[in-house]
């Protein structure tokens, strides 16, 4: 079903959206992309004469209620975003709140409570899902965060609308973009990943050699592989148990005919902190009292030579401690590579948690093709994987 073509005159949609937003001690959004990006399809089936009720989760409460865990903190942005009021119901299931979405207007808009208040969300509970199915006539999943988890209200729900269920645009966008890096014949592709572990990301770097041409390791996961060729790494971040898998990798790219680029440099530290001083050291020989936070200068060469020569572009995870200013450097010098590429007609997709806060921070979001707003589903759907709030939908 198309959710561009449905017609919600007089329906009341029920929309998964994924507002998990960071929020600062006192409540306040520090970053609203995922909000903003809810706006279009909410405002689309307001323009038909609809009514939509929203329903999201909010970092991790412990199945039950938690003022610092309410959604009623993004109230006042949703509204200035929407430009309207908008009803907020302190519970996503009760009698009230069902009373409530029962009698709405066209162009009302409510936001329930956090769905996590409730251990069955998690679980996947049918009646759960049951009770969430009561507020709409139709379910709209547009929250591709989520979209890898099985959850009541992003799977099972779709159960309770055999004939009523589709995507959102946002998660429209999000599973055109990563099929055109998955599907297209435009080479070279370059991946890029980065971040703190190795062990996370695995998976996803065993998939990529399968379908890269260049594979570009940074972060704190690079010094696994330093180590594991006999580099000596100080006191940088290292997974010993990674350390053989690391050299599989690095054989494995050399079947596959992947050009593997690790750092050659790195930028290092005493301390793990901004005020202490920066040596920049090969990235073989690395002092013990110190430790890796950036990719040096000669490596941003080489990153950036490879990035603006490549027709697609994946990025996912930073470069170097990006939140401390004098470890920054590696991942705005990437971040500006893969926007020369995109200028030059390159297609460039940018996903999972980190990269995304990194390319906000630099104001570059809009100028990459695609912002994923979905790290772990992202890399999951890349690996292949069907998410279950993705198959919920298409099984009609
Ligand atoms: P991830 O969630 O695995 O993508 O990791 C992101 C985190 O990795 C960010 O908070 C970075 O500060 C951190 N990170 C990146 N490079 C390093 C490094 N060289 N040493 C320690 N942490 C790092």
């Known amino acids: 079903m198309n959710f561009e073509n449905y017609n919600f005159k007089n329906k009341r949609a029920i929309v998964r959206v994924d507002f998990n937003v960071p929020l600062d001690n006192n409540g306040v959004i520090t970053d609203d992309t995922r909000i903003k990006m809810a706006i279009p399809t909410i405002t689309k089936i307001i323009n038909d004469g609809g009514s939509v009720i929203l329903m999201s989760h909010l970092g991790r409460p412990d199945n039950?209620?938690?003022?610092?865990?309410?959604?009623?903190?993004?109230?006042?942005?949703?509204?200035?975003?929407?430009?309207?009021?908008?009803?907020?119901?302190?519970?996503?299931?009760?009698?009230?709140?069902v009373r409530t979405t029962s009698k709405l207007k066209s162009g009302d808009v409510v936001l329930l409570e956090n769905l996590r208040f409730?251990?069955?969300?998690?679980?996947?509970?049918?009646?759960?899902?049951?009770?969430?199915?009561?507020?709409?006539?139709?379910?709209?999943?547009?929250?591709?965060?989520?979209?890898?988890?099985?959850?009541?209200?992003?799977?099972?729900?779709?159960?309770?609308?055999?004939?009523?269920?589709?995507?959102?645009?946002?998660?429209e966008n999000e599973i055109k973009s990563v099929d055109k890096v998955l599907n297209s014949q435009n080479y070279p592709l370059t991946a890029i990943v980065g971040g703190a572990?190795?062990?996370?990301?695995?998976?996803?770097?065993?998939?990529?050699?399968?379908?890269?041409?260049?594979?570009?390791?940074?972060?704190?996961?690079?010094?696994?592989?330093?180590?594991?060729?006999?580099?000596?790494?100080?006191?940088?971040?290292?997974?010993?148990?990674?350390?053989?898998?690391?050299?599989?990798?690095?054989?494995?790219?050399?079947?596959?005919?992947?050009q593997l680029h690790l750092p050659i440099?790195?930028?290092?530290?005493?301390?793990?902190?901004?005020?202490?001083?920066?040596?920049?050291?090969?990235?073989?020989?690395?002092p013990d009292n110190e430790m890796g936070l950036d990719i040096g200068s000669e490596t941003i060469?080489?990153?950036?030579?490879?990035?603006?020569?490549?027709?697609?572009?994946?990025?996912?995870?930073?470069?170097?401690?990006?939140?401390?200013?004098n470890f920054q450097k590696g991942t705005i010098s990437v971040a500006n590579a893969i926007v020369k590429a995109t200028k030059n007609n390159a297609f460039s997709l940018v996903g999972g948690g980190d990269s995304v806060a990194a390319i906000n921070l630099f104001?570059?979001?809009?100028?990459?093709?695609?912002?994923?707003?979905?790290?772990?589903?992202?890399?999951?759907y890349l690996e292949g994987k069907e998410l279950p709030g993705i198959k919920s939908i298409k099984n009609s």
């Open 118 to 171: 409730y251990k069955e969300e998690k679980l996947g509970n049918k009646d759960f899902a049951m009770k969430l199915s009561k507020h709409g006539d139709v379910f709209i999943n547009d929250a591709f965060g989520t979209a890898h988890r099985a959850h009541a209200s992003t799977a099972i729900i779709a159960d309770f609308f055999p004939n009523d269920k589709m995507f959102g645009f946002l998660i």
């Open 363 to 380: 104001n570059l979001a809009n100028k990459v093709s695609h912002v994923s707003t979905g790290g772990g589903a992202m890399l999951e």
């Open 265 to 286: 440099d790195s930028l290092c530290s005493k301390e793990f902190s901004n005020d202490s001083e920066t040596y920049l050291r090969p990235i073989f020989s690395i």
């Open 64 to 97: 039950e209620p938690n003022p610092k865990f309410s959604l009623q903190q993004i109230l006042p942005n949703l509204e200035a975003l929407l430009n309207q009021k908008v009803i907020f119901c302190d519970d996503c299931i009760s009698e009230k709140a």
């Open 301 to 325: 060469k080489i990153f950036s030579d490879v990035i603006t020569n490549s027709s697609l572009i994946l990025w996912n995870g930073p470069m170097g401690v990006f939140e401390m200013s």
């Open 197 to 258: 572990k190795v062990s996370s990301k695995i998976t996803i770097i065993l998939k990529l050699l399968e379908k890269v041409d260049h594979l570009i390791i940074g972060g704190g996961m690079a010094y696994t592989f330093i180590k594991a060729q006999n580099g000596s790494i100080g006191k940088s971040l290292v997974e010993d148990e990674f350390l053989k898998l690391a050299l599989e990798i690095l054989d494995e790219a050399k079947k596959q005919n992947v």
